[in-house]
């Protein structure tokens, strides 16, 4: 598309902006969105040669005043997404433009490309007006008509410079008494999605979330990576709150509570952009004024970047006023969070994990419910053409993971049962693997030690399509608040059909 030499008016500049800003991709990325209108309006003020990093992470992303480029990379991370959301908008919504807007590689101000063929200006441009006022064949009472539109419009104007102005010295945020603001009646199940702007989402667990709410503080802001291990549903951890310091005020039903908080790491320690590793971000978290998780790395918790980490906590309730009140701190970075959820529990007892490997969630006979597959990483789902028929519950064993796996229970600390769930329905001399025993051997670790060693399935069980039990009591968590199993090849794959995590 060939370039103009006429350079696009500040109106054509200011529509192209408004159209960018209503695309689908920036409607969905608040941050995003404050990001371009805030170097789009610089450049429209002549102070792009002043748009620098500093400014853009206090000025449009809510950072504090003492942010240090030099060691949060937010702002370069935010403009490479930036030139992706762009780049994709005149692919699809904008690929008719004639006027384009983009973010050159190694700089902040924005550039404004006119093609040859410009589109017409838009009919709510307002400078028109002063030629239609220096016509001398226009009558008396049309050029007062046209001074008096010519007056509001520069009125409009300056309150929309005024406006600008006032939002640039504002930290982007809800406002805190919005925010939070308490429902008449208070709640016994919350789910949260920190950050998020969406009404309501039902996950493929089949759990219920609303958007960000109850929040005091800090910013919202698009997860810049996704967590791609331990994670049955990402977009639970699409979005973040983060803030040097802020709260959550939760109006919870009187009672024992389990809390669940969802973290990842979405910028440090995973590539040469983003850069920095453990230590990169730490913070603190307090429940109720009591500190919960000191000095929290992250990184260091989940084993690595990209990795959804949960930590639970037992024996939650509401203060005398009847909120329970989370406050995140920061030591290093922002503090952030993806997800809160709040669950009613018994007193001095984690509520129970179970799961099998199926991608919907399953009521047993008895009415026991269990989630799909979850808090796994590695291995893949099979459903199961056989079951067995020496068990009241034979719809447990639907399907198996298989595969070189592990699994990530994340509890509070205490002393826990585990019951793995097994049952040999691929090999077998009538099943589709066929064989017998000895066709699949493995191990399977706890938080490193054996608890099963050249384990066979078809063998222990006495033959095939036939429910095989095992448990083990006395677990205990490792430092980080993880019960870690870990099937391990021998011959063929390891496979697993459901797991229970009883507290004890």
């Not at 902006?17 to 805030?38: G, I, T, V």
């Not at 005024?162 to 939070?180: D, G, Y």
């Not at 447990?396 to 826990?416: D, I």
């Not at 095939?464 to 009591?473: E, G, K, M, S, T």
Request: glycine letters at 8%; proline letters at 8%; hydrophobic letters at 40%.
């Amino acid at each position: 598309m060939e370039q103009s030499t006429t350079p696009p008016t500040l109106v054509q500049m200011r529509a192209e902006l408004e159209a960018a800003l209503a695309s689908a991709n920036l409607q969905r990325a608040p941050a995003l969105s404050s990001f371009l209108r805030y170097i789009c309006e610089e450049h429209f003020q002549g102070r792009a040669d002043q748009i620098k990093e500093y400014t853009i992470a206090v000025e449009a992303l809510g950072r504090p005043a003492d942010f240090q480029p030099a060691e949060n990379p937010i702002v370069r991370v935010q403009a490479a997404r930036l030139r992706e959301c762009l780049k994709s908008f005149y692919s699809d919504e904008g690929r008719d433009h004639a006027l384009r807007i983009s973010l050159p590689k190694g700089q902040y101000a924005p550039k404004f490309r006119l093609t040859a063929t410009p589109q017409p200006a838009t009919p709510q441009a307002v400078e028109p007006v002063e030629a239609a006022v220096l016509l001398p064949t226009a009558p008396v009472a049309s050029r007062r008509r046209w001074i008096l539109l010519g007056g509001i419009g520069a009125l409009a104007f300056m309150l929309a410079v005024v406006f600008f102005v006032a939002r640039r010295h504002t930290p982007l945020q809800a406002p805190a008494a919005v925010a939070v603001e308490t429902p008449a009646s208070t709640e016994e199940t919350v789910r949260i999605l920190a950050g998020s702007s969406v009404p309501k989402y039902i996950d493929q667990l089949g759990r219920t979330w609303s958007g960000d709410r109850y929040y005091r503080g800090g910013h919202s802001e698009d997860a810049v990576y996704e967590p791609l291990v331990n994670v049955e549903d990402a977009n639970v951890w699409k979005h973040i709150r983060g803030g040097e310091s802020f709260e959550y005020e939760i109006p919870l039903r009187p009672g024992a509570h389990e809390l669940h908080l969802y973290f990842t790491e979405p910028v440090y320690g995973i590539d040469a952009m983003a850069g920095g590793g453990e230590t990169s971000r730490i913070f603190d978290v307090f429940v109720n004024g009591q500190l919960v998780l000191d000095h929290f790395d992250i990184l260091g918790d989940a084993g690595g970047p990209r990795i959804a980490d949960e930590k639970i906590f037992s024996d939650i309730e509401p203060g005398a006023d009847g909120l329970l009140r989370l406050r995140f701190v920061s030591h290093t970075s922002d503090a952030i969070v993806s997800a809160i959820e709040v669950l009613p529990a018994t007193p001095h007892r984690m509520n129970p994990l179970r799961i099998t490997a199926r991608s919907v969630p399953y009521s047993s006979p008895s009415g026991v419910l269990w989630t799909p597959d979850r808090y796994f990483s590695g291995g893949r789902i099979h459903p199961l053409g056989r079951t067995p028929t020496d068990t009241d519950d034979p719809g447990l064993y639907a399907a198996e993971r298989f595969g070189n796996f592990t699994y990530t229970f994340p509890v509070p600390q205490g002393s826990y049962t585990a019951v793995l769930h097994f049952s040999e329905s691929y090999h077998g001399p009538s099943n589709a693997g066929g064989g017998g025993a000895g066709s699949r051997i493995f191990n399977v670790y706890f938080n490193g030690t054996t608890l099963l060693k050249d384990f066979d399935i078809y063998k222990e069980a006495g033959g095939p399509n036939r429910a095989l039990l095992r448990q083990f009591h006395g677990l205990r968590p490792n430092a980080q608040g993880k019960l870690v199993f870990t099937f391990q090849p021998i011959r063929n794959y390891p496979s697993v059909n459901a797991i229970e995590i009883l507290p004890e």
